[in-house]
């Protein structure tokens, strides 16, 4: 019954490759966001969709692109790795709600994700 | 544009202590504020959340945070820290309904608690 489940839980692989991660929810939700949190922990948004729609594309290479088949789905597929990509990536959902509004986002449990 | 300072990176405490956890914010607009936590190779979860009315906020397992325009600071506390407390705790900023749920991210704090 979980929440917000992504898949591979760890990624290891050589530069240059192509590689994807897959992340569900089961909470009904209509927004889903990918986050990248680095190794000094720091942690920021990527791409966020609503309604499989982009609604927020924050400044990331195109070498990174999130696709949303249906709402309870957001997969990141990244082009041509590189040694600097090596980092947790977390998905997250929640109910975008109307103006003046903020409801709680959901995390799911990160893939790490290490380019040698 | 929103901007979160978290200030010290680490922070120790013994168990029964008082905890507290600084956070500044800067925003362009009236800010949503939250404070989430995250334990060892896990996902984060929401701690708390201010967005309009009572500035004290009281969350999850205890603690509480003191919204302070004037300031612009919402700080983490608790009374008494439990080992259980030990994690990484990132307070973060939105602004509101306009932000499309955008979070804007400190670079958290590490809670350490010791017997």
């Known amino acids: 019954d979980t929440a917000v489940s992504q898949t591979p839980k760890y990624l290891v692989t050589q530069m240059g490759n192509d590689k994807s991660i897959k992340c569900e929810q089961n909470?009904?939700?209509?927004?889903m966001y990918w986050y990248k949190q680095d190794s000094k922990k720091f942690l920021k948004i990527m791409f966020s969709y609503n309604n499989k729609e982009l609604i927020i594309n924050e400044t990331v290479p195109n070498r990174f692109s999130p696709k949303s088949p249906d709402k309870a789905h957001l997969n990141l597929h990244i082009n041509s790795l590189e040694l600097g990509d090596s980092a947790v990536y977390f998905c997250a959902s929640s109910l975008l709600g109307g103006a003046g509004t903020h409801n709680e986002q959901f995390f799911g449990p990160g893939t790490r994700l290490t380019v040698l | 544009a929103q901007s979160v300072t978290q200030l010290g990176s680490h922070v120790s405490v013994s168990e029964g202590a008082l905890v507290l956890l600084r956070c500044n914010y800067s925003s362009s607009v009236p800010p949503y504020l939250f404070w989430y936590v995250q334990y060892p190779n896990q996902g984060l979860q929401l701690l708390l959340k201010?967005?309009?009315?009572?500035?004290l906020v009281k969350g999850i397992n205890g603690f509480e945070a003191e919204f302070k325009k004037s300031e612009t600071s919402f700080h983490l506390t608790k009374p008494s820290a439990h080992m259980s407390d030990a994690a990484e705790y990132f307070c973060?900023?939105?602004?509101?309904?306009?932000?499309?749920?955008?979070?804007?991210f400190g670079q958290g704090t590490i809670l350490t608690v010791h017997p």
């Open positions: 973060a900023v939105s602004a509101g309904g306009t932000s499309y749920g955008k979070l804007t």
């Open positions: 909470l009904g939700h209509d927004t």
């Open positions: 201010y967005t309009t009315g009572a500035t």
